[in-house]
């Protein structure tokens, strides 16, 4: 990663997810820049070795257990955000699970339980934390991972088309409320495209047992991709740290497409 900036020094971070692949590289990346960061993850062990990190590259972090979709445990992890930190600048929706299988034969267990990670997911953490966000006299930003996905649909993706074409809209209809209502939050989608992310290795709940990579992103990206590589996590936290910062003060409501040429 690039040298310690200072772009986000005296601003706090939460970032969902941030226990592996995009939400680490995001956490990692915006406490570079100076922010103090939340890391929250259902993965406890991996989120642990993320903040212990971040403590040792000399940035501020503290771990939080939590799943997205309980609406107590929001409330919690925000309450825990303003204690150790003071209050909330920057949420990063990153928290997400793919997976692949026909709509047609896909389980109404599956198709909610993806729902609600993906979908309630995001509306929870903007339902609690823009709310104490709207007040930071240095204005905020929340970021949500979306993906290509929620653009363009793809064949076996359907049900994951629905979650992330949803978050790209649920984020413009969040930002021209906070616009209306004149605060100073910035709400933001990023779109990855194929990122080498542990996600792959879990995409197919049929290959989860034996832990079987069942789709090779490099090998995928050679063809699919117009870059032919596929993208790292940095790349997209990378974006998330524009985003964050007041280089993005005049964005709003927009897309930030990171995806090697995929969309174009």
């Not at 939460?14 to 406490?31: D, Q, Y």
């Not at 972090?61 to 107590?72: G, I, N, P, R, S």
């Not at 990579?213 to 032919?228: C, F, H, Q, R």
């Amino acid at each position: 990663m690039s040298q310690r900036d200072t772009r986000l020094a005296g601003r706090v971070a939460l970032v969902t997810g941030g226990a592996s692949g995009i939400g680490a590289a995001c956490a990692e990346r915006l406490a570079q820049s100076g922010a103090s960061v939340l890391v929250t993850d259902v993965d406890q062990t991996l989120g642990e070795q993320v903040v212990a990190q971040i403590h040792e590259a000399g940035g501020k972090a503290q771990f939080a257990l939590h799943d997205v979709t309980d609406e107590a445990q929001w409330e919690s992890v925000v309450s825990q955000c303003q204690s150790a930190f003071g209050g909330m600048h920057v949420l990063v929706n990153n928290a997400g699970i793919a997976i692949m299988c026909s709509v047609f034969e896909m389980s109404l267990e599956d198709w909610q339980r993806q729902q609600a990670i993906n979908l309630d997911g995001v509306f929870l953490g903007i339902k609690h934390c823009v709310p104490v966000m709207k007040d930071m006299p240095e204005g905020a930003s929340v970021i949500n991972i979306s993906s290509v996905a929620g653009l363009k649909g793809a064949p076996g993706l359907s049900a994951y088309n629905a979650t992330k074409g949803g978050v790209r809209l649920l984020t413009k209809g969040v930002a021209l409320e906070c616009a209306r209502n004149q605060w100073s939050v910035r709400v933001n989608s990023v779109h990855p495209g194929v990122i080498a992310t542990p996600i792959w290795d879990k995409i197919d709940p049929t290959m989860m047992d034996d832990g079987a990579n069942n789709v090779d992103p490099d090998e995928m990206s050679k063809t699919l991709v117009p870059l032919g590589v596929a993208g790292q996590p940095l790349d997209i936290a990378n974006g998330v740290l524009f985003l964050a910062s007041d280089e993005s003060r005049h964005m709003t409501g927009s897309e930030l497409v990171i995806d090697g040429g995929l969309c174009a």
